[in-house]
């Protein structure tokens, strides 16, 4: 079992920046490739970035290439999604998601990831 609580969202200007949290426990990131997702209200669930297990692969959707960056902290058990020049269509509920089985490359399909946070929502005034 994997457990994840997602931290960091809010209410911003457009323009600024927000740093989501992704804090896990049962098992390790270390270990599992993982990802971001969000939904806004009326759309379908969309992945907006994922990391493989080592961190050494990357994917971003292009809405938010060059604006959002993942990371992991290994140490801290924890992922980030940090995300710049925050624009209104930013706006959605943000899950992470792990994709325990997964050995080789990432997923973007929502199917894929066995365990989700709670969500947090992320809200970008104009």
């Known amino acids: 079992q994997v457990q994840l609580v997602e931290s960091g969202g809010g209410l911003v200007q457009a323009g600024a920046s927000l740093r989501l949290s992704c804090a896990a426990s049962g098992r390790t990131f270390s270990s599992v490739a993982m990802g971001w997702f969000r939904q806004a209200p009326g759309k379908e669930r969309e992945c907006v970035g994922s990391?493989?297990?080592?961190?050494?692969?990357?994917y971003y959707a292009d809405a938010v290439k060059g604006r959002f960056t993942i990371s992991k902290d290994n140490a801290k058990n924890t992922a980030y999604l940090q995300m710049s020049s925050l624009k209104p269509e930013d706006t959605a509920v943000y899950y992470c998601a792990v994709d325990s089985d997964r050995r080789v490359g990432i997923s973007v399909v929502a199917a894929m990831y066995d365990y989700w946070g709670q969500g947090t929502q992320v809200t970008v005034s104009s």
């Open positions: 990391i493989d297990w080592s961190g050494g692969i990357t």
